[in-house]
């Protein structure tokens, strides 16, 4: 007799989001198994930005339910994902310019830590610990991204490229089991595109982290991804491997139009 097939990391289920009378989304679901990259893709105005925020909290879905290891996400407000296992990055860069990038690091790995101002104040021993260990997270990040040329300098003013690994450094600070990339080669050369996914790979390799990737980008998702998910006016379009959903004639009229 064969062994289950594992429970699913993340399963999106029946999402429906409405805004007003506008149906953003139209009972999305698809799950993600640990260890994948999964691509989020599909034309302007699809949905992808839409189910990207439910994913992160910052929306709450009209129906359905998004179940990660389990349990639902959406009795949890946004500022408590970190400490479920969830890190994400944002399309526009979300850095706090005035610190130096070594405390912009810093902030994520506090995101999913368990201290508090009163513990902080009072100087408790395990605080104490708690700070050298993010200490260490900080400084070993700082080596896996190749940044400590700078990890002492303002954001302000570091090239943008630069600025990207700082947000992929904070956001894995917080130690995620899953990693939500929100269009991460975007103002990205095609070097840097391609290091880039270079890295993603090695992230999830290296630090068993599975990735769901929001990406305008093809040759990057099709490079990468093990899954594809396409979206259309709210709806989901095709699923698959990156081969098959490229031969889909669903996804290619989505794309270019009902001529193709």
């Known amino acids: 007799m064969s062994a289950a097939a594992p429970d699913p990391l993340l399963s999106v289920r029946d999402i429906a989001v409405q805004f007003g009378g506008i149906k953003a989304l ?21 949905g992808k930005t839409t189910l990207f925020n439910c994913l ?6 009209s129906s359905g339910d998004i179940l990660f290891k389990g349990s639902t996400l959406l009795d949890r407000p946004a500022h408590r994902i970190a400490e479920a296992g969830i890190g ?4 526009n860069l979300a850095t706090f310019k005035n610190l130096t990038v070594r405390d912009n690091i810093r902030i994520g790995a506090h995101s999913a830590s368990s201290s508090d101002m009163a513990s902080d104040a009072l100087r408790l021993p395990w605080v104490g610990r708690n700070e050298a260990r993010i200490d260490e997270i900080v400084d070993e990040l700082i080596d896996y991204l190749e940044i400590g040329a700078v990890a002492d300098m303002p954001v302000a003013g570091l090239p943008f490229g630069t600025l990207k690994r700082v947000e992929l450094a904070r956001a894995l600070a917080s130690q995620p089991t899953l990693l939500l990339l929100d269009e991460p080669a975007g103002g990205l050369n095609h070097d840097e595109i391609t290091e880039l996914g270079e890295r993603i790979k090695k992230i999830r390799d290296e630090r068993n982290v599975t990735v769901l990737l929001v990406e305008h980008h093809m040759n990057l998702v099709m490079a990468i991804s093990d ?14 491997t990156p081969e098959a959903v490229q031969a889909d004639p669903e996804v290619i009229r989505a794309y270019l139009g009902d001529a193709a």
Not at 88 to 91: A, G, I, M, S, V
Request: proline letters at 4%.
């Open 88 to 91: 994400r990055t944002f399309q």
């Open 227 to 240: 899954v594809v998910v396409v979206l259309n006016f709210g709806r989901k379009i095709s699923e698959g």
């Open 26 to 46: 139209d009972g999305i679901s698809f799950d993600m198994k640990q260890g994948q990259i999964l691509g989020l893709i599909g034309p302007n105005g699809a």
């Open 56 to 61: 992160s909290r910052l929306y709450t879905p």
